[in-house]
């Protein structure tokens, strides 16, 4: 049953993509000229509204935890929760090469673990690496594609001119990287023994499309939306109502939503504040990054001490 909902967003993901990217080329040269002003607020949009919900269940999902600890205060979770995410925002600030490269590493790894883990979990530690090689298309297929523009996010998220200079200078390897990145899918699809290989086939189809036609941070938005989160809130659905996915999916709605809000509101206030210092767009870049940063750290830590817990029971 599962697995049939994820072939039919693959499915859908790829014909979204395909349609996009013929529109993108319909109107390509309007497109330029208000790319960008349009595209850091549309960007903002579906990251503050798809986005961040895939997360929002955190706070159910620490019940899980705090009964494996025997604590009773929620209160708990939401201070080392927050406490975690300050501490990337802070982190950045000052080590910001260290931070960035580190997050980069990190989302790489989740999302190649996510975007495959319905297909086949491994745990091997070949699988990990894979996960992380596999994942890592979502950095190299932009600077392989666009690769100035990918240069010039890293530069407004403070990654230091000496990396941005070794990159531009040792271009090779971001060749050899992509070229590997595509190798670790057909890894994950001969390890399932090429069974349900077509959803393994249009994720990395869809990735490249995307990133070939649109810019880093349409492309990325595009996928960190429509592919990731859908697919986790897929998982989410399935989760909470086994045998009805629309009345799991209504109150995964439910129960994501104030946090949703909660962290919208956060994400905007804080695109006001930076914008007294830097120009609009960078500032939203700024905080659609670091912002997710710092909600991707606890994030993944719950998911992980959920999931070593529940191994050893």
Request: glycine share 2%; hydrophobic share 55%; aromatic share 18%.
């Amino acid at each position: 049953m599962i697995k049939k909902i994820y072939g039919k967003h693959t499915f859908y993901f790829s014909v979204l993509t395909i349609c996009l990217s013929i529109i993108s080329l319909l109107i390509e040269e309007n497109f330029k000229l208000s790319n960008e002003l349009i595209t850091p607020l549309f960007c903002l949009f579906f990251i503050l509204s798809i986005g961040i919900s895939h997360g929002a269940m955190d706070n159910y999902k620490a019940n899980k935890l705090l009964k494996i600890y025997k604590l009773n205060n929620k209160l708990i979770f939401f201070v080392i929760y927050i406490l975690i995410s300050f501490s990337v925002i802070l982190l950045w600030s000052i080590y910001s090469s260290l931070t960035l490269l580190f997050f980069l590493l990190v989302a790489s790894y989740h999302f190649g673990r996510e975007d495959t883990s319905f297909l086949h979990k491994g745990k091997s530690m070949l699988d990990q690496l894979l996960y992380l090689v596999k994942g890592s298309l979502i950095v190299f297929s932009p600077l392989f594609f666009h690769f100035e523009e990918t240069l010039k996010i890293f530069e407004i998220l403070f990654l230091s001119k000496n990396i941005l200079i070794f990159i531009a200078e040792e271009h090779w390897i971001i060749n050899v990287c992509l070229s590997l990145n595509i190798l670790g899918y057909f890894y994950f699809a001969f390890k399932n023994s090429f069974e349900d290989f077509e959803i393994i086939f249009l994720d990395l189809l869809s990735i490249l499309i995307l990133n070939y036609f649109f810019t880093p941070l349409i492309a990325f938005t595009i996928y960190f939306c429509f592919l990731h989160s859908i697919r986790h809130i897929i998982s989410i659905a399935y989760e909470l109502n086994p045998s009805n996915f629309l009345d799991g999916f209504k109150n995964f709605v439910k129960k994501a939503l104030p946090l949703t809000i909660i962290t919208a509101v956060l994400y905007l206030i804080s695109i006001v504040f930076l914008s007294n210092s830097y120009v609009l767009n960078d500032a939203i870049i700024k905080v659609i990054f670091i912002g997710l940063a710092s909600l991707t750290f606890p994030h993944i830590l719950l998911e992980y001490l959920i999931e070593i817990n529940e191994k050893r029971n």
